[in-house]
């Protein structure tokens, strides 16, 4: 079975940097979309940033300048690259998987496996 595990996540001030991490096993589909989402209480699971199989890449605006999404050239680690954190963005990070295309606006259906998240806490 597909199985996606985030790490990384940890508490910083404001200004600070994480690098996070999602290791996934078990995919068997050729074309894919990997990307990380962010849940805060009280507010829609929001897609922070994404990348395909051949690099291309979407940002959410609020992140754009300041995190770098990447992948290994084996596919089996997704990472997120945070710098000048912000108290907004914290919340529980979490690593998605899909077997089809990217596509900006898409949502949460596109996406068929889910770790279970890492929690980010910017403070200021």
């Known amino acids: 079975q597909v199985q996606l595990m985030e790490s990384g996540g940890g508490s910083v001030q404001a200004g600070g940097s994480l690098r996070l991490s999602c290791v996934a096993s078990?995919?068997?589909?050729?074309?894919?979309?990997m990307a990380w989402w962010r849940q805060t209480p009280g507010k829609e699971r929001e897609e922070v940033a994404s990348?395909?199989?051949?690099?291309?890449?979407i940002y959410a605006d609020s992140v754009k300048g300041r995190f770098i999404i990447s992948k290994s050239n084996d596919r089996d680690t997704l990472y997120l690259q945070m710098s000048n954190l912000k108290p907004e963005d914290s919340g529980t990070f979490l690593c998605?998987?899909?077997?089809?295309?990217?596509?900006?606006?898409?949502?949460?259906?596109?996406?068929?496996?889910w770790g279970q998240g890492t929690q980010v806490t910017v403070s200021s």
């Open positions: 998605a998987l899909s077997h089809k295309y990217c596509d900006t606006g898409a949502g949460e259906g596109l996406y068929n496996y």
């Open positions: 078990g995919y068997k589909y050729s074309r894919y979309c």
């Open positions: 990348i395909d199989g051949d690099g291309a890449t």
